[in-house]
């Protein structure tokens, strides 16, 4: 299946916000710089971002840790089975507190864990045998030999406080692409967070106290599709 277009995602979230949010009324026009113009009384241009947690530059962030727990998944399999190791299956919850920095050195330290609990019956393995391995924070051993047996990353998460920093980052950066979209009476930023990725999910309400933000945009939302809710940031127009 072709992998859809930044351009196809951003449509597909605008147009369920049309479904959410008291939209004025006009026709939209989608396109780049902004994602999206709304055709009206007046020439909306609206700006799309997926809101994360952290900047997906961060080595740290989700976006870039879920992938190296797969390498690490993979890489340590591999090197067990090649050992002479048994075709059973591992489920391993990595400490987002602890990220993955060395993806070879904790595969190989996976790779021992495995050997040593290989012939035990199954379960949670004792964790405090393991003290050099922090990124790891649970395995799970299942002896059962399977053909296609798989090792897997599972993550248990909850549900964070908005991240102000990170609406305060975007809207820095979009201000400086303003200058390069194309004229409109106003401009609104909208600020999607997808829950489905625990790379974005958290909380979307205005903190009290939180204050408000310096924004060359009429309005800065951000906008939770799954769940038809949104929030009005606060801004002042001093920039």
């Not at 393991?130 to 248990?156: C, L, S």
Request: proline share 5%; aromatic share 10%.
């Amino acid at each position: 299946m072709a992998r859809r277009s930044n351009q196809d995602i951003e449509r597909h979230y605008f147009k369920q916000f049309m479904t959410h949010f008291p939209l004025p009324s006009g026709e939209p026009q989608y396109g780049d710089k902004p994602d999206v113009i709304l055709h009206g009384e007046r020439r909306i241009g609206v700006e799309i971002a997926n809101l994360y947690l952290v900047d997906g530059h961060d080595s740290a962030s989700e976006q870039i840790q879920r992938n190296f727990r797969k390498e690490v998944l993979k890489k340590a399999q591999a090197r067990y089975v090649a050992d002479g190791g048994k075709s059973i299956e591992l489920s391993v919850t990595f400490d987002a507190t602890h990220p993955i920095l060395d993806k070879s050195a904790v595969a190989a330290k996976l790779t021992s864990a495995a050997h040593s609990i290989d012939k035990l019956a199954a379960g949670a393995a004792n964790m405090a045998q393991f003290d050099g391995m922090p990124e790891v924070r649970a395995i799970y051993h299942n002896p059962i030999q399977y053909p296609d047996a798989k090792w897997h990353a599972v993550q248990v998460y909850s549900v964070p406080q908005l991240s102000l920093s990170r609406v305060s980052d975007i809207l820095d950066e979009k201000h400086q692409r303003l200058s390069s979209y194309t004229t409109c009476d106003t401009y609104w930023l909208l600020l999607v967070v997808d829950f489905a990725d625990f790379a974005q999910d958290q909380d979307i309400e205005w903190p009290e106290g939180g204050g408000a933000l310096s924004s060359k945009f009429e309005k800065v939302i951000i906008y939770k599709p799954q769940f038809g809710s949104w929030t009005d940031v606060p801004t002042r127009n001093d920039v």
